[in-house]
């Protein structure tokens, strides 16, 4: 079955770098949309950032653009998002999630997906 697991989640200092992976199984990634989203404490989960495995068209949040990039490697099912720059309100549990035939921006909406990973934490702050 599909399944998919987020690592790499720590505790950074502002203005530090991180590195999340979401790994796939149970399906390729060659087919799929992969999204990251992230949820701070009593706040809705929204999306972060999205790639389409077949064409790797990306797609990312304002808030992260320019700090943040969505990579994939295909040959080992593995989603990354490098993370730079990052501030105290970057603070979230962190989550993949992967469907199919989701088209443009909408990889950002949140009711698009119905697999998730269960999230890495990540925290900025000194």
């Known amino acids: 079955q599909v399944q998919l697991v987020e690592s790499g989640g720590d505790l950074v200092q502002p203005g530090g770098s991180l590195r999340l992976s979401c790994a796939a199984s149970?399906?390729?990634?060659?087919?799929?949309?992969i999204g990251w989203f992230r949820q701070a404490p009593g706040k809705e989960r929204e999306g972060v950032s999205c790639?389409?495995?077949?064409?790797?068209?990306?797609v990312y949040a304002d808030s992260v653009k320019g700090r943040f990039t969505i990579s994939r490697d295909n040959a080992k099912n593995i989603v990354y998002l490098q993370m730079n720059s990052l501030k105290p309100e970057d603070t979230a549990k962190y989550y993949c999630?992967?469907?199919?035939?989701?088209?443009?921006?909408?990889?950002?909406?949140?009711?698009?997906?119905?697999?998730w990973g269960k999230g890495t934490l990540v925290t900025v702050s000194s």
């Open positions: 149970g399906f390729s990634l060659d087919y799929w949309v």
């Open positions: 999630a992967t469907d199919k035939d989701i088209g443009g921006s909408a990889c950002l909406i949140r009711a698009m997906y119905y697999y």
């Open positions: 790639i389409s495995s077949s064409d790797g068209r990306t």
